[in-house]
DNA sequence: TATGAATGAGCCTTCATTCAT
DNA sequence: CATGAATGAAGGCTCATTCAT
């Protein structure tokens, strides 16, 4: 490599190049994490995985509980991105649900392995420091579809005995996916997120 | 007492106090299990709870892995038997999802523990030879739902897309209610189907 | 069982049927020893293999490790009186040798467990105080042939380089038979014992 | 050094440590289990003998029963080798029976802990799949004296009643030195060997 | 960065033996 | 004599992580 280019640039690319092992890496654990489960998964399974050695994966995670972590703010960031988005669109509440159901389902589709992972093991990093954190994220996850629920009911659109009950159906209808979902299944993700709002909305519809 | 009739009695009475133990085994481990995670939680754990030794806890058990098995079968047979009693029933479409949907959550409150562990760690089981006889009760009790289903889009009350994304869906609302029910919490359980049906069946209701 | 019979007969019969059952112990002990290992057998696999219960069978033995002891005293005892026998005959050399190679022959076929069980075990009672006895009779019984192969050398009629090595090589012909041999098998113990007793009296012969 | 060449050496420079180690860990463990027996050997037993630690000893080995396999193979695959080489000469059968003595008994002394585990243990690996291959080995050691016999009778020169009796008398002999053999006795391997073929040889000797 | 040998705590399970009934 | 539940020490083995090279 010629020294010139060694000072800015290179270190830009090295450090890209790490972010990007470091991407795979965190992918590659995900799929054996959702294939296998967490504690079955060995460091070794880990190595096959990645085509990294036993020291040099420990060059890009901290451990195997980081891994975790990494994991879950693999799919939850984008997904409160997103659905922070729809709520300052300002949409009418019909349609703010319909938005919000598809984004969970397209993250679903998208981060399978991820967010299959993190449905068996959040309990795993319960007692970790940063899982406040990600109860926060995803408090504000809900507290947003909660906020579109409680926006039609207050317009007259939609009803229900209890608010939270009918947010947690609605959570549940759609958080189940990953046990069953298959991506190359019948019926796509958008359809399924659609079918779903078909019911749940007329479920709650007011009329 | 006869001498002939000493050997019955007694033997039935040991072999009862020896079940009775075994299951007292089982729900010790349930709770566990729930509460810390499946392979956190270790035969010291299980000693501690059941107050049992090392040893004497296994007269009871063939090992850690059979307390997975044993823990749902714990639900799983009576939540079969009212299903299937329930179809028995004939009931109008309605009427029985609405048996169906309060069976299965009366079974989650009844067995919340062994529910919550067999929600997070049936893939430990997943390869062993018991497993087929789980997935075969599972699918009997889902196919009961379904058949629930289109006897009502058969009969012009109910509507739906697709018979199997509306399954999941209903499903889903009350599978997921371990992840967040609280036995002691605001709304009962059985509100909580109630609220789920009234939902669903509008969401469904031809008219 | 009439009341005037109990003071003496009952106490010899009960005392016999002590001693009976205990040899059946120690017989079915030698039996499971000789096909799976001493350390491999369980206690249970005694209990299964004799009839009686875990605390029955403590009512026989002391322990697990006395059965050791007990199998060989099994097949040394009357060994080594057969020994002292021929010696007390005061045959030729020859003989006396080939009576001596059929008695251990013999005894390995009778005692074929047991024998089996010592030779592979003998090392886990080394360090018992009966094992001084044990091996008094093993050193009393080689020395026997021994005397044997002397009485043969001072009379002119055997010779050998040393006489140690050739009493080693006469015991190492019979007693390596316990590994192969079977007692269905084309040559009898009795036509073992006289084939190894020609080649060895031909070889060392004087003339 | 070029860049190209560190590859190579390098890893063959570690390979072969690794292999050095792992015939230093076969080799304690053969000592430690000769001298209190495999069962009663502990794996913080082979700790202690070879200076790992618990861990480090599985870099080396499988488990502790693969140690036997590879105790075993330590001494049979040179004895073979030997053997084939003796057979490949085509002596004249009284040299070719005491060419393959010299080696077995060699054999005994030099690998005399190896030879010892293997006599006592070799049920304990009975049932693994490699058995069948030291099964074989062992068998074709065992036709090449069967051979040299069978020559030997051919030629006139050797008689027995019964070949397979005489092969296991002669085995027998040398086969039962690890029971008592010790290598600074009165009298060497060597001399052993030498004086049990005056004596067989003389046995089967033809006039 | 990368390697892989080494660590050592900790896990599940087995098993000979005891003892209250 | 008989039972079998209970004991508890000990064993083989795994595995996340470290660190000298």
Redesign the pocket.
């Known amino acids: 490599m010629a020294p010139v280019s060694t000072t800015g640039p290179v270190r830009e690319g090295?450090?890209r190049?790490?972010e990007e092992?470091r991407d795979a890496v965190i992918d590659a654990a995900a799929r054996v994490f959702a294939s296998k489960g967490y504690?079955?998964?060995?460091?070794?399974?880990l190595v096959e995985a990645t085509g990294?050695?036993?020291?040099?994966?420990?060059?890009?995670?901290g451990?195997?509980?980081d891994l975790l972590i990494a994991i879950h703010e693999r799919f939850l960031t984008p997904l409160l991105e997103q659905a922070r988005a729809i709520e300052a669109e300002d949409l009418e509440p019909e349609p703010a649900l319909r938005a919000l159901a598809y984004a969970l389902m397209d993250n679903i589709h998208r981060y399978r392995d991820q967010v299959t992972v993190f449905f068996h093991e959040w309990r795993t990093i319960e007692g970790d420091e940063r899982w406040s954190d990600i109860r926060r994220e995803r408090r504000e996850f809900e507290q947003i579809i909660s906020n579109v629920l409680e926006r039609g009911r207050a317009a007259g659109r939609f009803r229900f005995a209890d608010r939270r009950i009918a947010l947690l159906g609605f959570l549940g209808m759609i958080n189940y996916a990953p046990q069953w979902y298959e991506p190359d299944g019948r019926v796509s993700h958008a359809e399924i997120a659609e079918q779903f709002c078909d019911i749940f909305l007329r479920g709650i519809a007011v009329d």
Do not use: E, F, M, N
């Not at 990294?52 to 995670?61: A, F, K, S, T, V």
């Open positions: 090295s450090r190049r790490y092992r504690d079955a998964t060995t460091i070794d399974d990294l050695q036993r020291g040099g994966l420990y060059h890009y995670i451990g195997k509980k």
